[in-house]
T-cell receptor, first 111, second 110 residues
Framework: GQSLEQPSEVTAVEGAIVQINCTYQ??????LSWYQQHDGGAPTFLSY??LDGLEETGRFSSFLSRSDSYGYLLLQELQMKDSASYFC????????????WGLGTSLAVNP | DVKVTQSSRYLVKRTGEKVFLECVQD?????MFWYRQDPGLGLRLIYF???????EKGDIPEGYSVSREKKERFSLILESASTNQTSMYLC?????????FGDGTRLSIL
């Protein structure tokens, strides 16, 4: 089957850098996505990696290593508003319209 | 910007009722999805649709059905609501990627 693992909780302080890891097991691979969800809100798309390497979008970067079945989301210059849940997801190898989701990482940013 | 609109933000229904959750998207996306989200369980796919009148079961379809009569609208139906269907329900749409989500419906079954 297909599955993803990510830490359940991460805590950091304002201004710091935090890395949220995601490892996946899948029979076929199309890409790794990251979504952010604030409490009570809808998940919103952050980034997508189909090829190895680092993608940077402002304070957020996402990395992929297909040989290691591993990716991470890097959040720099943390702000209180970054407190949220972060989900990694891969396209379903059987039907790539669908996503297989990790259980999410709850990030708490403290002053 | 893509807009995915769910008909209700909060909904309270009684056990045994037939419940309809509506979702409308304005970007002509072919794919639409219904998820439920429970603490510690992440997002679980109930059903999805890749075209009008086409649907596929997700991971937890039992107790649910769906309808897609028009491209922009995807309805989730709880045939006979039960207390274990109390949850947050999220609708999403996509063309290729990413998935765009509505604000969710927090459904309570009493």
């Amino acid at each position: 089957g297909q599955s993803l693992e990510q830490p359940s909780e991460v805590t950091a302080v304002e201004g710091a850098i935090v890395q949220i890891n995601c490892t996946y097991q899948t029979s076929g691979f199309y890409g790794l996505s990251w979504y952010q969800q604030h409490d009570g809100g809808a998940p919103t798309f952050l980034s997508y990696n189909a090829l190895d390497g680092l993608e940077e979008t402002g304070r957020f970067s996402s990395f992929l290593s297909r040989s290691d079945s591993y990716g991470y989301l890097l959040l720099q210059e943390l702000q209180m508003k970054d407190s949220a849940s972060y989900f990694c997801a891969v396209n379903d190898a059987g039907n790539n319209r669908k996503l297989i989701w990790g259980l999410g990482t709850s990030l708490a940013v403290n002053p | 910007d893509v807009k995915v609109t769910q008909s209700s933000r909060y909904l309270v229904k009684r056990t045994g009722e037939k419940v309809f959750l509506e979702c409308v998207q304005d970007m002509d996306h072919e794919n639409m999805f219904w998820y439920r989200q429970d603490p510690g369980l992440g997002l679980r796919l109930i059903y999805f649709s890749y075209d009008v009148k086409m649907k596929e079961k997700g991971d937890i379809p039992e107790g649910y059905s769906v309808s897609r009569e028009k491209k922009e609208r995807f309805s989730l139906i709880l045939e006979s609501a039960s207390t274990n269907q109390t949850s947050m329900y999220l609708c999403a749409s996509s063309s290729r990627r990413p998935q765009h989500f509505g604000d969710g419906t927090r459904l309570s079954i009493l």
